[in-house]
């Protein structure tokens, strides 16, 4: 297994390579890590942003998988974007009655 930052050899049990101190990430522990969250964070973001947009931060803060972080940041922006756009139809909705 090798260092992702500066390509030195690091064995398994390392947590932070030798050469650079980049933290260590095996490939077992990512393949282990749950995408529950993740999901969760997505299918939030669309029913209830609040909720989503809370579930996608924990998963950017928890995750260190690549692919797991990208799905929480997507639950992110689409918790945000619902949010504005919920926001958006309310005043226009106030502005009209
Ligand atoms: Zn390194």
Known sequence: ?????????????????????????????????????????????????????????VGLEVYKSKKNRDLSALGVIISVSIFIVLCAITMLLFYFI
């Open 1 to 57: 297994m090798y260092c992702t930052k500066c390509g030195k050899l690091a064995s398994p049990e390392d947590q932070f390579c030798n050469g650079c101190g980049n933290a260590i990430v095996s490939p077992e522990a990512e393949k282990k890590e749950s995408i529950v969250l993740a999901i969760l964070a997505l299918v939030f973001s669309v029913l209830c942003p609040i909720v989503g947009l809370h579930l996608g931060l």
